[in-house]
């Protein structure tokens, strides 16, 4: 019974394409922590406003050719929960490519 009721629960992650610049994120004392991508203008995520989000990529070494360039990603929300800084949503990439520079 347990197991129906938890399998409802779940919800489809929501894919979302945004476009920004591509920068490491980096911790206390400098140690890189991984990826985010800084939105152009001001976006809603899960209906709240953000500026940037975290990313996660099954292969990090593609971020590498892109980083500090602006970039059109596409993928899924997911969430990740830390210690210090609890439920964190992130976007989990499916595909990112170049995109042109703004005017």
């Known amino acids: 019974m347990l197991f129906c009721l938890s399998a409802q629960a779940q919800t489809t992650p929501?894919?979302?394409?945004v476009t920004g610049?591509?920068?490491r994120m980096a911790a206390i004392g400098g140690e890189s922590?991984?990826?985010a991508v800084q939105f152009d203008a001001q976006t809603s995520v899960e209906d709240k406003p953000a500026s940037s989000i975290?990313?996660?990529f099954s292969d990090p070494k593609l971020a590498e050719k892109y980083v500090d360039k602006r970039v059109k990603i596409t993928g899924t929300i997911?969430?990740?929960h830390g210690v210090e800084?609890?439920?964190v949503v992130v976007l989990e990439v499916i595909s990112i490519k170049s995109a042109k520079p703004t005017s």
Do not use: C, V
């Not at 929501?14 to 394409?17: G, N, R």
């Open 14 to 17: 929501k894919k979302i394409t």
């Open 85 to 87: 800084t609890g439920d």
């Open 78 to 80: 997911t969430h990740r």
């Open 54 to 56: 975290e990313l996660k």
């Open 33 to 35: 922590t991984g990826w």
């Open 21 to 23: 610049k591509l920068t």
